[in-house]
């Protein structure tokens, strides 16, 4: 004797694949993403990140750069806390999402980015340490 399933048998050619097609979107639409939900609700916090990230790809670092972005970065965190958890996720969103737009940039697309996004990162990081410091030069005097 065969087994039976656990549909009845007027049911189970009705769900068939464009059924179960139907409740997987409906769960993935439903189903938040860790992810997105950290760079909705700390953007701020996201975008340094998401910087940090641009710095690292275009070899920007500097030790103003990264006293920028150390600085920023502990100043959001004293306006809201995270918890481990929290931050670590939104580490990986930043991370994430810097690699889905280095590989959308490609070879050679990367080096506009490089002098447009990255440089305004790194101006902002440098902005940032700089007036902590109160040194006033303008940030693009020193770029790497």
Known sequence: MAARSAFPYA???AIGWSGL???L????????DPYD????????LFQVYYDRGLLDYCG???AESMGGFA????ELLAKMPLSA???RTLRIAADIQIDYDYQDHGLSGSRSWCRTAGRAAYDRFVARYRAQNGD???PNTEAP
Not at 25 to 32: D, I, L, N, V
Not at 37 to 44: E, F
């Open 11 to 13: 049911i189970r050619p």
């Open 21 to 23: 097609v139907v409740v």
């Open 25 to 32: 979107f409906c769960y993935s639409a439903f189903a938040a």
């Open 37 to 44: 939900t950290a760079r909705r609700d700390y953007p701020d």
């Open 60 to 62: 920007l670092q500097t």
């Open 71 to 74: 600085l920023r970065r502990d």
């Open 85 to 87: 958890d929290q931050h």
């Open 136 to 138: 006033q030069k303008t």
